[in-house]
């Protein structure tokens, strides 16, 4: 069964009453002490007193007032506490939403290293996403392209670093690698004499590998790998070379093949076959989205690294060429940063130079490593402070979430002990909300828990994984400040004890929810 949020509650109660359409809600500025504003006065150029007084025939509001223009909505202390109980018994969310097929493309890469830093913001972000979509029901196909064919230039030019003609993507791992390989005759003399294509491409997959056990540790699963070598084993490269040139999309120029991108709304038109006969990387790109735009879809999402926003124009005109109409969703995270002490440090996967995503972990660990790069918009650059997130203070973001569902949890193992030692009957009476003993606290804290809903649903519309951690950290700090202003076990006041219980088993659940939803954990201790 699926129920509405409040939210969508009061824009259905909202059109009935105005019998206006396209109503939005945002929520109320905190200064005014109101739940929901909206501007419908201003987009319907009305009176907002005649507006108002259609209103208060609702049974939600128990105040309504005009500002600016925009006109304040206070809910019922009662529909607030009718709808908190709703979500303490749901225990997971359950919201109504279009059904959609979605492939969610992200981490994929040249396996030519471990992925670094930079790269696990753009697989936590990924992952977070599909479980966000996947909790309101979506079908989500995780998907990582495998860039792993020996024609492709990256992979090339690793087996020339392997053959020690190259220092591209040297690494401390790599050379490791490298012996680790020769020693157990992966890496033998008759595969060494082999094409630096080939040594790459055998480099490759058992450096995938070991990205496959990372992934595993990081909780990073995938539906399906998409081998890019398999497009040309199959035939698939020639096959779509026929096809462009029967759409009339490719010309030759300076022994090269060029296709007609420019004219597909992409900057400039782009080499798909080099002089020396070999693919580009472009070319195993068309056949793969062709392949993904056939498999039936409704929706593509593609989570791509930063400085790709060329590449995200060559992927719009992609899908111009086979006319795919449903929506394509590309998202592009921009570059992080470590600092260490004082120091900053920037990272390039190429040089070698880069911080491993797997070395942070092991330095501050995987809950503090996906929060913080969960913690920031990807539309902006940031810092990664490793020494922030070895704090246990309220400095750290993901301690001071996982601390407060930690804090509600030994609350209930206090109040477990003391109920063994007194029967009182009021003690062992099942939690509720007293309404009378309501402090403006605790009504904040009842607010801000229903707001997970509206924060997971707008997300799954604007990818803003940065909008649930930010929910999170308001919700511990309401949960902090309240827990230190207020005693909750009461042992002199049973119904004030099962009251605040009933209240925080609530602020449990959201941390729990949310945390969950992001695929951090929710400690029980600290």
């Not at 007084?53 to 609702?58: A, E, H, P, R, V």
């Not at 309101?136 to 053959?163: C, D, H, M, P, W």
């Not at 400040?481 to 009461?490: E, G, L, M, S, V």
Request: charged fraction near 30%; aromatic fraction near 8%; include cysteine.
């Amino acid at each position: 069964m699926f129920a509405m949020t409040l939210k969508q509650e009061i824009i259905v109660e909202l059109k009935k009453l105005t019998k206006l359409k396209n109503i939005s809600l945002i929520k109320a500025p905190i200064h005014t002490g109101a739940n929901f504003a909206t501007n419908i006065a201003l987009k319907a150029k009305k009176n907002p007193e005649e507006i108002i007084k259609k209103l208060k025939k609702s049974k939600y509001f128990s105040k309504i007032e005009s500002k600016n223009g925009f006109i304040n909505l206070y809910i019922k202390q009662e529909e607030l506490i009718k709808h908190f109980q709703n979500f303490l018994l749901e225990k997971c969310l359950k919201l109504k939403i279009k059904n959609y097929k979605i492939n969610i493309e992200f981490l994929s890469s040249n396996p030519t290293g471990l992925p670094q830093l930079g790269n696990g913001r753009n697989g936590f972000w990924g992952d977070a996403l599909s479980n966000i979509l996947k909790a309101l029901n979506q079908k989500v196909i995780r998907e990582f392209y495998l860039n792993n064919a020996k024609e492709s230039r990256q992979i090339e030019n690793l087996g020339l670093t392997v053959l020690g003609k190259e220092k591209t993507y040297s690494s401390v791992y790599l050379k490791q690698k490298i012996k680790e390989l020769k020693k157990n005759k992966i890496l033998n003399e008759s595969v060494l004499k082999k094409e630096p294509g080939e040594i790459g491409r055998i480099m490759a997959n058992a450096i995938f590998s070991d990205m496959k056990i990372l992934f595993n540790k990081i909780n990073i699963k995938f539906d399906n790998v998409f081998s890019e070598d398999e497009l040309y084993s199959s035939g698939a490269i020639k096959q779509m070379l026929n096809v462009l040139q029967d759409k009339n999309l490719v010309y030759m120029k300076e022994e090269a093949l060029w296709i007609k991108l420019k004219e597909l709304g992409h900057t400039q038109d782009e080499v798909i076959v080099r002089g020396n006969g070999k693919p580009t990387y472009l070319m195993a790109d068309i056949a793969y989205h062709k392949d993904k735009f056939e498999r039936g879809f409704d929706k593509l999402i593609v989570v791509l690294g930063a400085d790709h926003h060329s590449h995200a124009s060559r992927l719009r005109a992609i899908a111009k060429i086979f006319n795919y109409k449903n929506p394509f969703d590309i998202l592009i995270t921009q570059l992080v940063r470590v600092k260490t002490k004082d120091k900053i440090s920037k990272m390039s996967k190429r040089l070698g130079t880069a911080v491993s995503l797997e070395a942070v972990i092991n330095e501050v660990g995987a809950d503090a490593t996906r929060f913080m790069l969960l913690s920031q918009s990807i539309d902006s650059h940031m810092v990664f402070d490793t020494e922030l997130l070895k704090e246990k203070s309220k400095d750290n973001p993901v301690y001071y979430i996982q601390y407060a569902y930690a804090r509600i949890s030994s609350i209930f193992v206090q109040n477990t002990k003391l109920k063994k030692q007194n029967t009182n009957k009021a003690q062992n009476a099942k939690h509720k909300l007293e309404t009378k003993l309501i402090k403006p606290e605790e009504l904040n804290l009842i607010k801000k828990v229903l707001e997970l809903p509206d924060v997971v649903l707008e997300i799954s519309k604007n990818y803003k994984i940065n909008l649930l951690t930010e929910y999170l950290s308001e919700l511990a700090k309401l949960f902090h400040n309240y827990y230190d202003k207020y005693k909750i076990i009461d042992e002199k006041n049973a119904n004030t004890t099962e009251s605040r219980l009933y209240l925080i088993s609530g602020v449990k659940l959201a941390l729990e929810q949310g945390l969950k939803l992001l695929g951090i954990n929710a400690p029980e201790k600290m």
